[in-house]
């Protein structure tokens, strides 16, 4: 199994700007994952973050918009940048443990406003 | 397209009784399904995960079977408690590549005691 934290647990923000959200997993692991969650919605992958090489993003989410680093086994960070209504969410990372078995964080709920 | 499709309203009954949950697809030859569970304001955690060439998987009071022909999973709670209340996400992987689930909206289960 694996522990995720992540920071902030929630935040408001105004539209325009940016926010980080860090995500800290008490063992190293070669996979970390961000997902998106809006209300009602199922999770949707955003994009996959291996250690030493550039994440790969899914289609319909752009670096420029959701920049991630991964500067290390056991963090990462997602950015949401230039932020309008529609980005509030919930973002949560993950990571895979064993054989497929996902682990997540507690998530950060987003509310731009 | 691919589609899962769980059922969005929820599942009511009563303390003692078996709740089952449906997870359909199409479109898809997933190489493995899981089932998580998500409280509200929390991450999903995972549960069981069963293989394509595997029927049926069981774990205390879970029991999940897997259906490659009628594309559909179900997830058996026996002897269903309050403390079982909470949404449960299926998710299918593709084989080949990087086997990172998609999930479905979830179904919220509701135990009445």
């Known amino acids: 199994s694996a522990v995720i934290s992540q920071k902030p647990s929630r935040d408001i923000c105004q539209r325009g700007t940016s926010l980080t959200i860090q995500c800290q997993v008490d063992s190293q692991v070669t996979m970390m994952f961000w997902y998106r969650q809006q209300p009602g919605q199922s999770l949707t992958l955003i994009a996959t973050a291996n250690q030493g090489s550039e994440a790969t993003y899914e289609s319909g989410f752009v670096i420029d918009k959701f920049p991630i680093s991964r500067p290390n086994l056991t963090f990462s960070t997602l950015t949401v940048s230039n932020m309008s209504p529609e980005d509030s969410s919930i973002y949560l990372c993950?990571?895979?443990?064993?054989?497929?078995?996902?682990?997540f964080g507690p998530g950060t709920r987003l509310t731009v406003t | 397209s691919q589609k899962i499709e769980q059922n969005s309203e929820a599942l009511n009954i009563q303390e003692g009784k078996t709740a089952t949950l449906t997870c359909n697809y199409t479109n898809y030859s997933p190489a493995y399904l899981q089932w998580y569970r998500q409280d509200p304001g929390r991450g999903p955690v995972f549960l069981l995960l069963i293989r394509e060439n595997e029927k049926e998987k069981r774990k205390e009071r879970l029991k999940v079977t897997f259906d490659t022909t009628l594309k559909q999973s179900l997830f058996h709670i026996t002897a269903s408690q309050p403390a079982d209340s909470a949404t449960y996400l299926c998710a299918l992987a593709l084989p080949g590549g990087s086997y990172i689930p998609t999930f479905g909206r979830g179904t919220s289960l509701i135990v009445h005691p």
């Open positions: 993950s990571v895979e443990v064993g054989t497929y078995e996902q682990y």
